[in-house]
């Protein structure tokens, strides 16, 4: 991201910026844009993460942070000891992304000069700067529009920047408009898989053989209805081994499932390597930076992907596009059938689907999942 391209206020004499945000992978990914343009403003300040445990060591390093501080959900000891350990020194910002009263009253008990967050029912004091969460833009300009509170001249800027294209947008070849050049992801170097990653790890991911292509697949998703059918997986994993491609299963712990019966149904063989539980969300960056290609759900690997600029084919069915969650790239494709009255069918999905058909993603043909990836994988 070029820095002259957006006019701030610089300001050099703010030496301590909290940001928080204990949402899911996902939503963290997409606080990325903010944090890179907080930077911009505050070029001498030391900013530090607040987000849940597990899942933030990447910023640090990235470098995107200075510090991070993770918290437990539901445990009160984790943030009180955050809280202890954010006030040895007073602050100059919190920002506080994270929408939930937990996180509000969280917010509250940090020293800072100033505070800012979204405009809530519950929130009405504690917080210098308020802002009425637009829900017309995708989330990084949204998280963005937190920043345009106390920066007159990027306020100005972003108003009508924000306003020029519908980022939501998805062009008739399923590609998503691309993002502004002011608000995309910065530019991230990436060390070599066998620099960072476990020997295992490595071993598995082996080095590409002359053009053969290498396919990220993550089948898994925090809710039940934004997982394509496992057995539409199976069917794509196969027919993409047939065409030589080498398919990398990927996912969290607690997924290993969806591998497991995907290696089941495929068969054990050249071509398929199953990884999914077996890397950290920094081996799986380490990974993903070696494939061509990202098919997944729409979840947190596709926010992922799009961080390290890759090409991303992702399947929405319960959600649709206009809520703000897109991955952050310039390119992405989304599949999705847009003529179900059903959709969508809530802010998130669902462990069950509420008609019992969960046609949204039934009704994405594997056939048309294999013609959009042959097509992108060229």
């Known amino acids: 991201m070029n820095p002259n391209s957006i006019p701030l206020e610089i300001d050099t004499q703010a030496r301590r910026i909290v940001v928080i945000n204990t949402a899911f992978l996902g939503d963290l990914v997409l606080t990325i844009s903010f944090i890179s343009v907080l930077k911009q403003k505050f070029p001498q300040a030391k900013i530090i993460l607040v987000c849940k445990k597990g ?60 505070r800012v967050g979204y405009r809530l029912g519950f929130n009405f004091f504690g917080y210098d700067y308020r802002v009425p969460r637009d829900l017309l833009l995708p989330e990084p300009l949204r998280i963005l529009q937190l920043l345009a509170l106390i920066d007159g001249r990027f306020a100005v800027f972003f108003a009508k920047e924000s306003k020029i294209r519908n980022f939501n947008f998805k062009e008739a070849d399923q590609h998503m408009v691309e993002v502004p050049a002011w608000a995309q992801f910065p530019r991230v170097a990436i060390p070599p898989l066998g620099s960072s990653g476990r020997a295992e790890l490595v071993e598995s991911v082996k080095h590409k053989v002359g053009d053969e292509k290498h396919i990220a697949v993550f089948p898994g998703s925090v809710w039940n209805t934004k997982r394509w059918p496992l057995e539409s997986f199976a069917q794509l994993v196969d027919h993409l081994r047939q065409l030589n491609y080498k398919v990398l299963l990927m996912g969290g712990a607690g997924e290993e499932i969806y591998g497991d019966e995907i290696v089941k149904r ?26 061509d290609l990202v098919v997944a759900n729409d979840s947190a690997s596709a926010h992922l992907a799009a961080l390290l600029g890759k090409k991303i084919l992702v399947f929405f069915g319960p959600t649709v596009l206009h809520f703000g969650y897109r991955p952050w790239g310039n390119f992405v494709y989304v599949l999705e059938n847009e003529a179900l009255a059903c959709r969508p069918c809530g802010s998130h999905g669902h462990h069950e689907c509420p008609i019992k058909t969960h046609e949204c993603m039934k009704s994405i043909h594997v056939s048309s999942v294999l013609n959009k990836v042959q097509q992108l994988a060229k």
């Open 55 to 114: 899942i933030g060591d990447f910023f640090l390093k990235l470098k995107m942070v200075d510090e991070i501080q993770e918290v437990q959900k539901g445990s009160a000891q984790d943030y009180a000891l955050v809280v202890r350990n954010l006030n040895q020194v007073m602050n100059d910002f919190v920002f506080c992304i994270h929408r939930s009263f937990r996180s509000y009253l969280f917010s509250i008990r940090i020293k800072t000069v100033v």
């Open 266 to 291: 495929v068969g054990a063989g050249e071509g398929v390597v199953n990884l999914i539980g077996k890397s950290s969300v920094w081996e799986s960056i380490l990974v993903l930076n070696q494939c």
